[in-house]
């Protein structure tokens, strides 16, 4: 752990995986309540666009990729506002072409190699420099002051956006607001996990929340826990096992959901098999009602139920009604 800690790029690292953690599931848990999980692998496909043209023309990736990324979540939400098309088919249409402009330009880059695409696809800890920092960390609280502010809005927005209009709420600025949020959370991301896994702390962390809270705040203070968690860990798991930072983040979220998931439904099922070995519960006080006891009749309660009981009550209201007079009747 020390050494670890005392390496120079490990410890920028992990001040990133910081920062991603906590923003990543922070946006998510709107996108998941919109049922748009897949906006962050659109977002990032556009953000590789941005990339190349960064390496092109000698520019920081980062600030070209963030612009990339912030014009394509302003189209995708015009795009589905205004009725033209499905937000998922604006989502594909973006993604396609965004991955496709990629893998053009970054072809004519001068240092445009497979290895430098597979970085910024997967993420690498030896990616991460100190200037990047910097941006990454301006960015988060931007990012987080502003859901902080607004998130009950953006709240309502996203649960229901006929319910917001009505009551007066700005529907498209603040569904504006989210798109941009969910690019910027895609680049400050792309160092640590890369552009194509981003979405998965997205959503991952927030999912395994929504397995056992009951409200949003303690969902979303537990999505970024779990965020953390996540990130913090699969860097420091990627770096002896010298694997891609990114594609070690994702495997320890999904690792986390699979035992919280398995956990809730064990203590599901215990709690179902305890109640019905459970002894029966107790007739309420007032009620009226003893075991073995039909009102009107006196009984043993472990005997069965008189004959008597069980007659029918004729429609004169009385049990037994009297035989017929035979008075003044000749013999």
């Not at 001040?15 to 990032?44: C, E, K, T, Y």
């Not at 893998?103 to 290895?115: E, F, L, N, Q, Y």
Request: one cysteine or more; charged letters at 10%; hydrophobic letters at 55%.
């Amino acid at each position: 752990m020390t050494e670890i800690l005392s390496i120079d790029f490990m410890q920028r690292a992990l001040i990133a995986s910081l920062l991603v953690g906590a923003v990543a599931p922070m946006v998510g848990i709107f996108v998941v309540q919109r049922r748009m999980s897949l906006i962050g692998d659109g977002m990032g496909h556009v953000a590789l666009a941005g990339v190349a043209v960064g390496l092109v023309t000698s520019q920081s990736p980062v600030l070209t990729a963030l612009i990339a990324a912030v014009i394509a979540a302003i189209a995708i939400e015009l795009l589905r506002a205004r009725g033209r098309t499905t937000g998922d088919m604006a989502l594909a249409i973006i993604f396609y072409g965004g991955i496709a402009a990629g893998v053009v330009i970054i072809s004519k880059a001068p240092d445009g190699t497979p290895a430098n695409l597979v970085r910024y696809l997967f993420g690498s800890i030896l990616t991460t420099q100190r200037s990047d920092l910097y941006v990454f960390a301006a960015l988060a609280a931007v990012i987080l002051v502003t859901v902080w502010v607004l998130r009950p809005r953006l709240f309502a927005v996203a649960n229901d956006e006929e319910y917001a209009r009505a009551v007066g709420l700005p529907v498209l600025p603040l569904n504006l607001v989210l798109a941009v949020l969910t690019a910027t959370t895609v680049v400050v991301s792309m160092r640590v996990v890369g552009l194509l896994l981003i979405s998965a702390l997205m959503i991952v962390p927030n999912a395994t929340a929504q397995l056992f809270v009951g409200s949003f705040g303690s969902g979303l203070r537990w999505a970024m826990v779990i965020g953390l968690a996540c990130a913090v860990g699969g860097v420091m798991v990627s770096y002896p096992l010298n694997t891609p930072s990114g594609g070690t983040i994702v495997l320890v979220a999904i690792g986390i959901f699979i035992l919280a998931s398995l956990g809730t439904s064990i203590a599901a099922w215990l709690r179902r098999g305890g109640h019905s070995m459970s002894e029966p519960h107790e007739p309420a006080v007032g009620s009226g009602f003893r075991p073995g006891v039909v009102p009107g009749v006196e009984c043993d309660p472990d005997s069965p139920v008189p004959a008597s009981a069980e007659r029918p009550v004729a429609s004169t209201g009385s049990p037994n009604p009297p035989p017929p007079s035979t008075k003044g009747v000749a013999p």
